[in-house]
């Protein structure tokens, strides 16, 4: 067990082109959601809602906004980069079978949220926690997982009627795929590469070793 859990956390990847739009299974989105809302929460304020998106024509529109903000980032780069990331695909919201937003919610558990005191986005950190169980629950059902990041907040707080205080925090495009890459498609596409982890490591201080 403690091997496929490490095999799980090393096989997961970000899916972009892989998506074959073949339905997920309801009791497979309900143990993928079960295990996302298992996640840990400052004060256990469990902060996180899930917004599930089938909606063509809500997924339309987000995927025009997706591409709209592609070419602004396009913009700002050389012309080198921008070669670089003309070759990139960045999301699978067409593809992929569903999509899940996690949202997070500062008021959840309030006014007073123990341990969150001294830390103001321990909460967010919290959906970010379930963002991650979501995603490993997923790769072990043999599903696939994207997250769309080129997107503004206040676009998609009014496309899906998000509450005012309440932050969307991810678009998780979700659906069996294909196959997962061995290699991040940022390493595959030469964006970047990972550091190794004795570069991240430091021991009692900055720069300690």
Not at 171 to 196: A, F, I, K, N, Y
Request: charged residues 25%; contains cysteine.
């Amino acid at each position: 067990m403690i091997h496929d859990l490490y095999e799980v956390i090393h096989r997961r990847r970000d899916v972009r082109g892989e998506f074959t739009g073949e339905p997920v299974p309801d009791d497979v989105l309900d143990r993928v959601l079960s295990a996302a809302h298992a996640a840990p929460s400052v004060g256990l304020s469990q902060p996180w809602d899930f917004v599930i998106v089938r909606s063509d024509a809500v997924r339309k529109a987000f995927h025009q906004h997706v591409h709209t903000e592609r070419e602004t980032f396009a913009a700002s780069l050389t012309a080198e980069a921008a070669r670089r990331f003309a070759r990139i695909k960045i999301d699978g919201v067409l593809e992929s079978s569903l999509s899940i937003v996690v949202t997070y919610d500062a008021s959840r558990g309030g006014p007073a949220v123990l341990g969150r005191h001294a830390i103001a986005d321990a909460g967010l950190y919290s959906s970010c926690l379930a963002i991650q169980n979501l995603w490993l629950a997923a790769t072990a059902e043999g599903l696939g997982v994207g997250w769309v990041s080129f997107y503004r907040e206040e676009f998609l707080r009014e496309l899906l009627g998000i509450p005012d205080g309440v932050r969307p925090v991810a678009w998780l495009c979700v659906g069996p795929v294909t196959h997962l890459e061995r290699v991040p498609d940022l390493e595959r596409h030469g964006w970047r590469q990972r550091r190794p982890l004795h570069e991240a490591v430091h021991t009692d201080r900055w720069g300690g070793s």
